[in-house]
């Protein structure tokens, strides 16, 4: 009979794979850039610095308090961070700073403890770094200071912190955007260690008038940071 199979004894071939698998193919084409996208982003935020840097708050050696030391008694970050004008590195002030007011304030206090043992023992201070950009990564305070860019603009609200954390990423994209646009994060040079500082007037107009006053050209090419 014409369609049938010989007399062999071959009969109709068994379904190896449910019928649903042949939309396997079109299932992975459509989940491949879906799910390598979600990696993608993972990677990007779970590993930039907005994620692992922002928020980092270490314990130090002695509980210095800047909302107590800045906030309420009014301290300049200068009389601390001596060399901020000066220098490329903002320094850490040796223990005969805070002993300069700690021989006479609260000089028992238990907490000073590790203060007095390093005077005794001439031996300083070892306070855990916050702010750490990577070693190809070149930034000078004394130039920023001097364009009149505020302490708060990269520390945040120092003098409002019990324990100082990092608020901004310092980031490359980070820093090219004040670089692009240093405007706004402009003030007058007496206010720079200003905590609470803020802008009255037309500030744009003050900020065009400070770039040129000051002849600011922040630079965007590589070397400006990796030297």
């Known amino acids: 009979m014409q369609g049938s199979y010989p007399a062999s004894g ?22 491949l850039p ?16 907005e994620y692992t840097d922002v928020g980092y708050r270490p314990a130090q050696p002695v ?3 800047h909302a107590l030391h800045v906030g309420e008694l009014g301290l300049d970050c200068r009389y601390c961070h001596a060399s901020v004008e000066e220098s490329a590195v903002s320094n850490v002030p040796p223990t005969q700073v805070c002993m300069n007011c700690h021989h006479v304030a609260v000089r ?3 907490l000073l403890e590790p203060i007095r043992k390093s005077i005794e023992q001439g031996r300083p201070m070892r306070w855990v770094r ?12 004394s130039v920023h200071v001097g364009a009149g860019v505020g302490c708060r603009t990269c520390h945040g609200p120092v003098h409002e912190m019990e324990v100082v954390s990092q608020v901004e990423p310092l980031s490359m994209s980070w820093c090219l955007d004040c670089h692009r646009d240093p405007g706004p994060h402009l003030r007058p040079l007496e206010a ?7 802008p009255t007037g037309d500030h744009e107009a003050f900020a065009e008038l400070a770039i040129a006053e000051r002849a600011l050209a922040p630079p965007e090419d590589c070397t400006a940071c990796h030297r």
């Open 10 to 31: 071959y009969g109709v071939l068994a379904q190896i794979f449910p019928k649903w698998t042949l939309k396997v193919p079109l299932y992975v084409a459509l989940a």
């Open 34 to 49: 879906v799910g390598g996208g979600a990696v993608a982003g993972g990677i990007w935020y779970f590993f930039s610095p």
């Open 63 to 65: 509980p210095y308090s």
């Open 108 to 110: 028992d206090s238990e």
């Open 130 to 141: 916050i702010h750490n950009l990577p070693d190809y990564a070149f930034f000078d305070h």
């Open 192 to 198: 720079v260690t200003d905590m609470e500082w803020i």
